[in-house]
Nanobody
Framework: QVQLAESGGGLVQAGGSLRLSCAVSGRTFSSAAMGWFRQAPGKEREFVAAMRWQGGDTYYSDSVKGRFTISRDNAKSTLYLQMNSVKPEDTAVYYC???????????????????WGQGTQVTVSS
């Protein structure tokens, strides 16, 4: 069983940067991929970024491509999301998630991920 715990959220001005962390504990070798999702008030939870564990390939939504970077530190068992040039529309609760199996077709789907963190709030002021 994998446990996930996000941190690093907060209030940031538009154009600024923030780095989210996701501490991974438990059976980390059982995850095939990890990702970040976000959910704004009144909206569906949406895909932000993902990293396939084998090979380290990364994937991004069009809305964050070129601004956000997903990375990992194996020694610290931590997944990161570096958020640059943030915009007010990036305001949301950000969730870290782990998938037991990789899907090239469905990696953007919430249903692909079977373990979730509790979320961390990111608020971008204009």
């Amino acid at each position: 069983q994998v446990q996930l715990a996000e941190s690093g959220g907060g209030l940031v001005q538009a154009g600024g940067s923030l780095r989210l962390s996701c501490a991974v504990s438990g059976r980390t070798f059982s995850s095939a991929a990890m990702g970040w999702f976000r959910q704004a008030p009144g909206k569906e939870r949406e895909f932000v970024a993902a990293m396939r564990w084998q090979g380290g390939d990364t994937y991004y939504s069009d809305s964050v491509k070129g601004r956000f970077t997903i990375s990992r530190d194996n020694a610290k068992s931590t997944l990161y999301l570096q958020m640059n040039s943030v915009k007010p529309e990036d305001t949301a609760v950000y969730y870290c998630a782990a998938a037991s199996y990789w899907s090239s077709f469905y990696y953007t789907s919430r249903n692909t991920y079977n373990t979730w963190g509790q979320g961390t709030q990111v608020t971008v002021s204009s």
